[in-house]
């Protein structure tokens, strides 16, 4: 209230104007719940790079604006925009639960780590569900897997990953949308700054783990320039990438309610094209996939970067939110 009645008449001096005061931004308020699951190893369709897929988390604090794993929400009857990325939940009796899975699957087809949501995000530090399963990937062999993530908290874990290393291999795609920090706290405010995930692939890369960057989503006309991409492919070749890959926004309905808004407020004068383009699909029709590809393909051949780690090119990826999303829609979730 910043004019009017007081709110508290019998106060005076400090406390008179403290009561007075108008609320600038309530500041927000983060829940974390324990989540039941009977399962957490998810077998993606046929044609992926992986066949199953791990998530320890549900819902994402990083609040990116274009993120479309915000529609796993709407599952439990949640919001997706806000209670997307302040109510998360972690899932219990990871250990117990994959070591009971692993020894059903065929792990050498490869296990992705973070598809639908991040695995290094806050609650990490925390609640350790990511750790938890690394640890019991430790005690195995043969296990080919990958971890997505924005978090340089993923370095905490390198020892552990050295250990897996030893008897499966592990790589780590890191995802660098653009190195703009002030673009990237727009699109994704609470995320770690580019250079500390920059820093991140320097650590993983010194320790001997597989490390790509991904620019994933390609934002049309906000983070495809052929330049921009350049500086991005450099800097992760210069700090130890050696794969390097990137796909074209995809906007479900629930990101499109997210997405849209921000582009009207940061980028007005595309807004219309945005619509007209994603209004009624959520994949981009036309060449301008292609166009990507082939930008993509460029850059990585001016670097010396690969597709995929050394293990397997993962030569879809370029091409792969439309794939990667049907692949996971078996497990509801998927994320950049
Ligand atoms: S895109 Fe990934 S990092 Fe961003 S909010 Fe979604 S799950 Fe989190």
Redesign the pocket.
């Known amino acids: 209230m910043l004019f009017g009645d007081s709110p508290a008449p019998g106060l005076v001096g400090i406390a008179k104007l403290a009561a007075r005061s108008e609320v600038l931004e309530a500041k927000r308020i983060v829940q974390y719940f324990e989540m039941e699951s009977r399962s957490l190893l998810n077998r993606t369709r046929p044609g992926m790079p992986f066949e199953w897929s791990l998530n320890p988390y549900r819902g994402?604090?990083?609040?990116?604006r274009?993120?479309?794993?915000?529609y796993t929400h709407e599952f439990m009857e949640l919001r997706e925009s806000v209670d997307?990325?302040d109510r998360i939940y972690a899932k219990s009796a990871i250990a117990p639960i994959l070591t009971r899975e692993l020894k059903r699957i065929d792990g050498s087809k490869g296990i992705a780590i973070?598809t639908?949501?991040?695995p290094y995000?806050p609650a990490e530090r925390r609640f350790h569900r990511t750790q938890a399963a690394l640890k019991v990937f430790a005690q195995h062999s043969g296990l080919v897997l990958s971890i997505t993530?924005?978090?340089n908290l993923v370095a905490r874990d390198i020892p552990l990953m050295l250990e897996i290393s030893r008897r499966n291999s592990i790589s780590v795609n890191i995802?660098i949308t653009t190195l703009d920090a002030s673009l990237a706290r727009l699109l994704?405010p609470r995320?770690p700054r580019p250079e500390l995930r920059l820093q991140a692939v320097r650590e993983l890369a010194d320790a001997g783990i597989p490390v790509g960057v991904f620019p994933n989503p390609i934002m049309p006309m906000i983070t495809d320039q052929p330049e921009r991409l350049d500086r991005l492919a450099k800097a992760a070749r210069d700090h130890g990438a050696t794969y390097f890959g990137g796909g074209v926004l995809f906007l479900m309905p629930c990101s499109r309610k997210v997405f849209f808004p921000f582009v009207e407020k940061h980028y007005p004068h595309l807004l219309r094209r945005y619509q007209e383009k994603y209004e009624k699909q959520a994949y981009l029709k036309g060449p301008y996939r292609e166009v990507i590809r082939d930008r993509i393909a460029a850059i990585r051949d001016r670097y010396g970067l690969r597709s995929g780690p050394p293990h397997r090119e993962i030569a879809s990826w370029p091409d792969a939110q439309g794939q990667l999303f049907a692949a996971l829609a078996v497990d509801r979730t998927h994320?950049?």
Not at 60 to 64: D, H, L, M, S
């Open positions: 994402c604090e990083f609040g990116c274009y993120c479309y794993a915000r997307f990325e973070g639908a949501t991040d995000q993530t924005k978090s995802t994704e995320a994320a950049y």
